[in-house]
Antibody
């Protein structure tokens, strides 16, 4: 059974760093993209970027380039989204999802709520 | 980057109505379009990919059409459990942009 499981909710202060995780199981992890999607409170879905675990090929949305880092450790079938210095505006739900080769997301994680206080 | 524009932003319809949501791309994306449903407080769910292919397990009252720049998601007979926000997403090339969403409510 395909599963995508994210790490738990985080409460941080502005300026702190953070790394959240997304573990895939039940499928050949290296052969499918993993994407990250932001949803700010009461707002729509925003595509942040994707990574291909097989070769770590990474693509970012221009809106998030330089603001976050996407990485992967295929030995433990886990992808990561990290911030070096959080802002209050990073408060949101973050989803990871498995991306099929052509681009759509078929399996989604449960979401990680990140709350950043100033 | 290609922009994705959905219309309407919200709609209210009666149970049993036929509902159509439109998604327009700012440039030709062929059939590289997916539709998702997000119920309140829940994780998004894939409904349709390649503009018109129904994901396994999705009720047949959902259908997708279109190619190039103009796409539609149709719910043939609206049900109470279809209350949700619907998003289109293009994936011809990165960034795989989402539309801004269409909120569907029951009248």
């Amino acid at each position: 059974e395909v599963q995508v499981v994210q790490s738990g909710a985080e409460v941080k202060k502005s300026g702190e760093s953070l790394k959240i995780s997304c573990k895939g199981s039940g499928y050949r992890f290296a052969s499918y993209w993993i994407g990250w999607v932001r949803q700010m409170p009461g707002k729509g879905l925003e595509w942040m970027g994707i990574i291909y675990p097989g070769d770590s090929d990474t693509r970012y949305s221009p809106s998030f380039q330089g603001q976050v880092t996407i990485s992967v450790d295929k030995s433990i079938t886990t992808a990561y989204l990290q911030w070096s210095s959080l802002k209050a505006s990073d408060t949101a739900m973050y989803y990871c999802a498995r991306g099929l080769g052509s681009g759509w997301f078929d399996y989604w994680g449960q979401g990680t709520l990140v709350t950043v206080s100033s | 980057d290609i922009q994705m524009t959905q219309s309407p932003s919200s709609l209210s319809a009666s149970v049993g109505d036929r509902v159509t949501i439109t998604c327009r791309a700012s440039r030709d994306i062929s059939n590289n379009l997916a539709w998702y449903q997000q119920k309140p407080g829940k994780v998004p769910k894939l409904l349709i990919y390649a503009a018109s292919i129904l994901q396994s397990g999705v009720p047949s009252r959902f259908s997708g059409s279109g190619s190039g720049t103009d796409f539609n998601l149709t719910i043939s007979t609206l049900q109470p459990e279809d209350v949700a926000t619907y998003y289109c997403q293009k994936y011809d090339s990165a960034p795989w942009t989402f539309g801004q969403g269409t909120k569907v409510e029951i009248k």
